[in-house]
């Protein structure tokens, strides 16, 4: 056979026979290598540790230790599972089984019917069995024929095979009697799978099209030693205790349905108390930051948003303008930004003006697929805390650190700490997605690391992450359930104001350009919501409570006067107080205001109406206390007043 020549990481290069395996290679190099070789890389593409490589090239080996070799563990994990199902099932068909963030799923369709968890005990044995075969696992390369005559019997896997190009090639994975239609990346045998457990199944449509067949998707996990599974399902417990959907059907906050619509979630009182309450919050912080708060139609022209960009770049994540049959189409905003460049736009404006701060609660609407969907944290209606500055180019800096300073004044107020600053920038090749000005671009993104580094802050940048119309500081909070997201943002841009032909007067009496800075503090109403909900685990702090007083009567008759004496005087104060009037045993009715973690319960017997007192039951503690009613009243005020922190600014 003809030599071929491998190049390593390192520079190295030395010549092997032609259908050498990234196996041999590792072994040739040390034992310890091979055995903790995952994959082989050739140019660029994965190469199964048993696959013959005819082709010499850039070479390299993957192993245990990178983060990578546990994504084509999860990879292959999903494999196991569908072999496991189909031998259980053989009638079953199987669409697309990647690995994701947090482990792997594969969908299914079963003509039997779907697969219960409660099944997943049997296909875990077959999966556990199937790994003491350890059958190799081998990819090789296919015709299009082979390919749609070997996966004839299953119409998502021939769907898939017919939409590739005519001139790709089509690789499958074999191992012992299962074989997937795979581009590779897969450990070298099934004994390779030791630690694995299925989760949970939900339904999924089709490549994501709600006009497609509804699969079943069955998810799992898997991690290379059985300590890391094991904290991984712990962590997953603690996710479900904290899921707000599931906290919010516990505290009557919010429902979706159907009879509704796909993402349009309905705030019940409790949860329209905390939503009144965060909208009432953060207008008093911006009024008091000098914002002037509009209201703009969640209906726009849709020239409005072609102008703006929205409609190149977004059109498919917005919903289908509506005809009005005289030749005006009207769309429901995806973004509140060219409704606030009408607002500039409607007088004529001098430097005397700027910056100019406009804000709203704006509502806005996304064509979200259906099985991003999520409770309160992906919807297809949001209310975003939108702000946007109008600013001339020497007020950029200033306005920059007094977006941020408000930024980490909110997340004092909500007992935020664990975020960090992402410099998100254009990826320079992406043409499609980005804005081609490339003087733009630089002078924006050294503006922005400009002010971050006078600021003294720690940042990391991060290329491909910014808007199409400029870069972004965003703050990536870290969530209850261990991910993160992106809660604030500060954007600059140059363009729009280009795009809409801004101006301002100048000091010299000629015509200026502005430069438009966006910027969101919580994000929108939903899924910050959602967050906080996760974050207090529904123990919300008093001031942000739906019910923050509970006044329970030791006995109706003898005390229900000055008990709702109580609760009359506390909504005088504006606290969400209430009267429990149910009768139940005492004992019950305490044990249920501690379920619903109600931060006040006062308990009202005859010493309390006696003396003009109340007996008061904190959330979480078992201990009472018992103490005026002014005196009462004062301590719930502070707290309140002081967002429920023990700490003063």
Request: glycine share 8%; aromatic share 10%; with cysteine.
């Amino acid at each position: 056979m003809a030599d071929i020549e491998i190049k390593f990481p390192d520079g190295a290069v030395k010549n092997f026979a032609s259908g050498v395996t990234p196996l041999e290679i590792a072994n040739g190099i040390s034992k310890s290598l091979a055995k903790k070789a995952v994959s082989g890389r050739l140019n660029g593409e994965y190469v199964g540790m048993h696959d013959q490589m005819m082709v010499g090239g850039d070479f390299e080996l993957i192993t245990k230790d990178s983060e990578e070799a546990l994504r084509l563990l999860r990879h292959s994990a999903s494999h196991l599972m569908a072999q496991a199902l189909k031998r259980l099932h053989p009638d079953m068909n199987f669409g697309v089984g990647p690995a994701i963030d947090n482990g792997f799923y594969y969908d299914t369709d079963n003509a039997e019917g779907q697969v219960s968890v409660e099944e997943f005990p049997a296909i875990e044995k077959i999966m556990h069995k199937i790994v003491e075969e350890n059958l190799p696992i081998v990819s090789r390369v296919i015709s299009r024929e082979e390919a749609l005559d070997m996966f004839k019997d299953d119409p998502y896997k021939v769907e898939l095979i017919n939409d590739l190009p005519i001139d790709e090639k089509i690789s499958i994975a074999v191992q012992g009697d299962h074989v997937e239609l795979d581009k590779g990346g897969l450990v070298p045998s099934t004994g390779w799978i030791k630690n694995f457990k299925l989760t949970s199944v939900a339904g999924a449509y089709w490549r994501g099209k709600s006009s497609n067949p509804m699969l079943q998707r069955i998810y799992g996990t898997a991690f290379w030693n059985a300590d890391d599974l094991q904290a991984e399902l712990k962590r997953r417990d603690e996710a479900k205790e904290r899921d707000h959907r599931r906290i919010g059907a516990q505290q009557d906050l919010f429902f979706t349905s159907q009879e509704v619509g796909s993402g349009l979630p309905v705030w019940m009182p409790n949860g329209a108390a905390i939503r009144r309450t965060l909208e009432r919050y953060i207008v008093d912080r911006e009024l008091e930051a000098g914002y002037e708060h509009v209201y703009t139609p969640i209906l726009s022209n849709l020239d409005l948003y072609k102008t703006s960009g929205h409609w190149d770049h977004y059109h498919d994540d917005m919903f289908p303008p509506m005809d009005m049959g005289d030749g005006e189409f009207l769309e429901l905003r995806p973004m509140n930004c060219p409704s606030h460049i009408q607002v500039y736009n409607h007088h004529p404006r001098s430097y005397k003006e700027l910056p100019l701060r406009i804000a709203e609660l704006g509502m806005m609407h996304r064509y979200e697929k259906s099985g991003a969907l999520t409770g309160l944290s992906r919807v297809r209606e949001m209310t975003l805390n939108d702000g946007h500055t109008f600013v001339t180019l020497d007020q950029i800096e200033d306005e920059f650190k007094n977006i941020l300073n408000l930024m980490i004044d909110v997340y004092h107020d909500f007992n935020i700490s664990d975020y960090r600053f992402r410099l998100s920038y254009r990826d320079p090749k992406n043409t499609e997605k980005y804005f081609d000005d490339d003087e733009m671009w630089a002078n924006s993104q050294r503006m922005l690391k400009a002010a971050m580094d006078d600021l003294g802050l720690d940042y990391f940048e991060a290329e491909g992450e910014a808007a199409f119309y400029g870069p972004k500081l965003d703050v990536q909070i870290k969530t209850a359930l261990g991910g993160e997201e992106t809660l604030s943002t500060i954007q600059l841009d140059f363009l729009l104001p280009e795009k809409f032909d801004l101006g301002y007067v100048g000091s010299d009496g000629e015509q200026h350009r502005p430069v438009m800075i966006h910027r969101g503090v919580i994000s929108t109403m939903e899924r910050f919501t959602a967050y906080l909900i996760e974050m207090y685990k529904g123990a919300f702090p008093t001031w942000l409570a739906p019910h923050q007083v509970r006044v329970i009567p030791v006995n109706r008759g003898a005390h229900s006067e000055y008990a709702e004496k109580i609760v009359e005087q506390l909504k005088h104060q504006g606290i969400r107080a209430e009267y429990e009037d149910r009768n139940e045993k005492l004992g019950y009715l305490i044990r249920d205001a501690q379920s619903l973690k109600i931060p006040y319960t006062l308990v009202i017997g005859d010493d309390e109406k006696n003396n003009e007192s109340v007996t008061i039951r904190r959330f979480g503690s078992r201990d009472t206390e018992t103490m005026p009613l002014a005196e009462f009243e004062k301590t719930l005020l502070a707290d309140i007043a002081n967002y429920s922190r023990t700490d003063q600014k």
